[in-house]
């Protein structure tokens, strides 16, 4: 079993920042892809961005790109989602989550162990 732990929501204004972290615990494994979702009351998870089991290779959101930035650091078996320029259809609940895969990473279905999230609004 792996447990991640979202941590860094808040209530931020239009143009504000946030650094959300996900910390994997348990069973790690060491070559997972990560990545961060969303949800909205009432909407479906939708895919916010992804990182490779190394770091190198970072996957977005059209609608994220060149706001947010993704990283891990393997070392702490963290993730962190950077999140600035914020707008109010960012509000949320950001979830982590692990994955063996290596496509398809944008598909929640991918995706076998997740946090149970942080909450993200953004006031206009």
């Known amino acids: 079993q792996v447990q991640l732990e979202e941590s860094g929501g808040g209530l931020v204004q239009v143009g504000g920042s946030l650094r959300l972290t996900c910390a994997a615990s348990?069973?790690?494994?060491?070559?997972?892809?990560m990545a961060w979702f969303t949800q909205a009351p009432g909407k479906e998870r939708v895919f916010v961005a992804a990182?490779?089991?190394?770091?190198?290779?970072?996957y977005y959101a059209d609608s994220v790109r060149g706001r947010f930035t993704i990283s891990r650091d393997n070392a702490k078996n963290t993730i962190n989602l950077q999140m600035n320029n914020l707008r109010p259809e960012d509000t949320g609940l950001y979830y982590c989550?692990?994955?063996?895969?290596?496509?398809?990473?944008?598909?929640?279905?991918?995706?076998?162990?997740w946090g149970h999230g942080t909450q993200v609004t953004v006031s206009s």
């Open positions: 989550a692990t994955t063996t895969g290596v496509a398809g990473l944008s598909n929640p279905i991918e995706y076998d162990y």
């Open positions: 348990g069973r790690t494994r060491s070559r997972d892809a």
């Open positions: 990182v490779s089991w190394s770091g190198v290779s970072t």
